[in-house]
């Protein structure tokens, strides 16, 4: 019996050792398309009004970070050159409370930021996705500059729930 395992095992090395032609999946678990190979990713557009600046280009950098760092895409800078484009526009940022203390003061404050996104395969002519999707992260508003870092982590929320959705319809 021990003869016949030697050759199912040097058979089962031989596949795993073998290369795939097609497989374009990334250690992070995404997966694009082989005909893609660039991406442009414009300055997000602000079109919220939010008392923390720069959400536009932080936003921009999180989903440069991901979808460049975590695949094979390249970064192009022209998007007539790119195989794909990627548009973002924070649509709304709000700053409420969601809890109260008994002298009715605000104990907790909720940033929440929705962003609506555009992914194009330029070389299709299609969209690969389209939707607006939001992210929250909660802060002690007795801290006024925790607010920054509350909008900031929402941000990435919204840039990690968008490079799944992006990079898992395939």
Not at 20 to 35: K, L, R
Not at 65 to 92: H, P
Not at 123 to 147: A, H, K, N, Q, V
Request: with cysteine; hydrophobic share 40%; charged share 20%.
């Amino acid at each position: 019996m021990g003869g016949r395992s030697l050759p199912s095992a040097l058979v089962l090395l031989i596949l795993c050792l073998t290369p795939v032609s097609c497989w374009y999946y990334s250690f992070s678990g995404a997966t694009i398309p082989s005909h893609l190979n660039s991406v442009a990713i414009p300055l997000a557009e602000d079109r919220s009004i939010s008392t923390v600046s720069g959400l536009d280009e932080r936003l921009t950098q999180f989903l440069v970070d991901r979808f460049v760092g975590q695949t094979r895409l390249i970064l192009e800078t022209s998007q007539s050159e790119a195989d794909a484009v990627l548009n973002a526009t924070i649509q709304n940022y709000q700053n409420r409370p969601t809890s109260v203390g008994g002298d009715e003061r605000a104990t907790r404050n909720r940033v929440t930021i929705s962003v609506n996104v555009r992914y194009v395969d330029v070389d299709r002519s299609e969209d690969i996705l389209s939707r607006t999707f939001s992210g929250f992260e909660e802060y002690d508003p007795l801290d006024p500059s925790l607010e920054e870092e509350a909008a900031l982590a929402a941000l990435e929320k919204v840039a990690d729930d968008i490079f799944t959705a992006a990079t898992s319809n395939w």
